[in-house]
């Protein structure tokens, strides 16, 4: 086997073009890790923001893009247990993930739920996880809440509204066209607002509130969704599209009680992927086997074409995942 491999690379911080095929040395796994040998890998938001030079890789971790891979494992790193050469994996990786190999953590890789493509696989841990770490592990949405999500046809959004439905929970969602309205009527949710032409506020208050809201617009739509807030409500941020600023009204957080987080996956550490990753498959692995919340894929590209993908992402079109393809 060649100690080389394809990658993506970043050549210089800008827009999609500046993505490049190249060549790298293979990786070697170090203690608790494994090789991939990837088969697809997931594009993401925060692939798009490192591009762009606003997002650096965390301390330690690849240079390359990618944070969700699925592939074989090819190789164990020292003290590696309870895995073997060959066996299908899907893993969140912290960086590495355009490319023909790539090194995972052991607690953050996951057995292929049953019945799922390999390129589907590759589309469930960024999502997966953070939807899982944010509105469940954090904001502790139940059965018969209301959830909203801004964004519903992102791979967030889209992740949002299948584990909230299968789960027993209502879901209100927004987008930027009824086109797109459309596509999260289909996916299940009970109301899906034009957020830039609805009175998406009234529509809310109107259909009972929301109990937990999953925030990636940030800016000024953090007030208007402590305004649509019920009493005990949970606020999580995780982007901030409308800008990173946001001005809210105390008295009201103090009033409604409620509760404001946020977090972000790239920077955990391997214990706490670790654990999200336990939850992950005892809870939602049956739920995707079945059927109930299975990943959803709006385009296949190959490795080659990673600026094209990152294109089509921006251009915001897309219904669910975007995956790379090294085949």
């Given at each position: ?160 509204i299948l584990l909230a ?44 509130g929301a109990d937990v ?115």
């Amino acid at each position: 086997m060649s100690d080389k491999m394809r990658v993506v690379e970043i050549s210089q911080p800008g827009g999609p073009e500046v993505l490049r095929l190249a060549e790298r040395d293979r990786p070697v796994p170090g203690p608790d890790e494994v090789l991939i040998r990837v088969d697809a890998a997931g594009v993401n938001r925060p692939d798009v923001l490192q591009r762009m030079g606003l997002y650096p890789p965390t301390a330690g971790a690849s240079d390359l893009p990618g944070l969700e891979v699925a592939g074989s494992i090819e190789a164990l790193g020292a003290g590696v247990t309870g895995w073997t050469r060959g066996e299908l994996v899907c893993a969140l990786i912290p960086g590495g993930g355009y490319a023909e190999y790539a090194i995972a953590h052991i607690g953050a890789c996951l057995p292929l739920p049953s019945g799922i493509s390999i390129e589907e696989a590759a589309a469930i841990p960024e999502t997966f996880f953070t939807v899982w770490a944010n509105v469940y592990d954090d904001a502790g949405l139940r059965a018969g809440e209301t959830l909203l999500v801004h964004g519903g046809t992102s791979g967030i959004g889209v992740t949002s509204i299948l584990l909230a439905r299968a789960f027993g929970s209502k879901v209100i969602a927004t987008a930027s066209s009824d086109a797109k309205c459309d596509a999260i009527r289909k996916l299940g949710a009970d109301l899906a607002l034009r957020y830039d032409g609805d009175d998406w506020e009234e529509r809310v208050r109107d259909f009972g509130g929301a109990d937990v809201v999953l925030d990636m617009a940030g800016g000024d739509f953090v007030e208007r969704n402590l305004n649509v807030l019920n009493d005990g409500g949970r606020h999580v941020s995780i982007a901030f599209q409308r800008g990173m600023n946001a001005s809210m009204n105390v008295m009201m957080v103090m009033r409604k009680r409620l509760r404001l987080s946020g977090s972000t996956m790239k920077a955990r550490g391997p214990e706490e992927k670790a654990r999200l990753a336990q939850a992950l498959e005892k809870n939602v692995w049956p739920l995707i086997s079945s059927g109930a919340a299975r990943p959803i894929i709006d385009r296949i590209y190959p490795l080659e074409a990673a600026s094209d993908a990152h294109a089509y992402m921006e251009a915001g079109g897309h219904t669910g995942k975007i995956v790379l393809s090294t085949h």
